[in-house]
């Protein structure tokens, strides 16, 4: 009788209910909360096993007042999570790219004014063994982040950013932040990453880029000083060993 009671509307609802867990799952994922995430589905689960299907009133009850203080105790405690994945919401990605499609000579010719000189500069820099990090704004603002460092507020250029990440410069060490076409700050601290799956053999600067994709929906760019290579980080993922036309494609892609 169930399976003729079946109709669209279950469909839909059934696979938004999906997508829901799907998105959260990640979202707890790239923010190194997953077992939080498995232990409130956990939750929810006995929750709906006692109340709708055993139908046990006292525990049910107990299970009711816990899930409603519960909800506010999460949005307290991820709230940053929370902020980051209604701004991720909001910036309604897949439209902004269908009207770049539209309008992309224009803006084409723009970004692309933009991105070569960071790609120019990342290979020259990887040929010389330049450590460098170097991260780009996207929808989520960045002014924490820009005001731990130096304020710059110049186009981008390529000999700026070598000199910038140059051994010498005081500002070498710290990262660089891109924001409107214009670099606006260098030397900026950036939060670390504690997820115990980044390879070894990757250093401070890797796990702070991943910590800042994990932390935000930028995307960060990094020059390995030991090995040269060129990296780049987003979604809390990392893309290793990129050559120029990689870089370049990643960058006019995700901008």
């Not at 938004?16 to 923010?31: D, G, P, Q």
């Not at 010719?109 to 996207?138: F, N, T, W, Y």
């Not at 950036?190 to 800042?212: F, M, Q, T, Y």
Request: proline share 2%; net charge neutral.
């Amino acid at each position: 009788m169930f399976f003729f009671d079946f109709g669209i509307k279950d469909f839909i609802d059934i696979l938004l209910v999906a997508l829901l867990l799907y998105y959260t799952y990640k979202l707890m994922k790239a923010s190194g909360s997953i077992n939080v995430f498995t232990g409130i589905l956990v939750f929810v689960l006995l929750w709906l096993v006692v109340s709708q299907v055993l139908e046990m009133k006292l525990l049910g009850s107990i299970f009711d007042q816990l899930v409603r203080v519960g909800v506010i105790a999460l949005i307290v405690l991820f709230q940053e999570d929370i902020r980051r994945f209604l701004l991720t919401l909001g910036s309604q990605r897949h439209i902004r790219r269908l009207v770049r499609f539209f309008a992309k000579d224009k803006q084409g010719d723009a970004k692309h004014e933009e991105i070569m000189p960071i790609v120019m500069a990342c290979v020259s820099m990887g040929r010389q063994k330049v450590g460098a990090l170097i991260v780009m704004e996207r929808n989520m603002p960045l002014e924490e982040i820009i005001h731990t460092g130096e304020v710059i507020n110049a186009n981008i250029n390529q000999r700026l950013i070598e000199n910038i990440f140059f051994k010498n410069s005081p500002l070498h060490d710290g990262a660089m932040i891109i924001s409107k076409g214009r670099i606006c700050a260098a030397g900026c601290i950036l939060p670390v990453s504690h997820n115990w799956d980044i390879p070894k053999e990757l250093g401070l600067r890797h796990r702070s880029a991943l910590g800042i994709s994990q932390a935000s929906d930028a995307l960060a760019v990094i020059v390995s000083e030991e090995t040269g290579s060129i990296s780049v980080a987003y979604e809390g993922a990392f893309h290793l060993q990129l050559s120029a036309e990689e870089l370049e494609r990643l960058l006019a892609k995700e901008r």
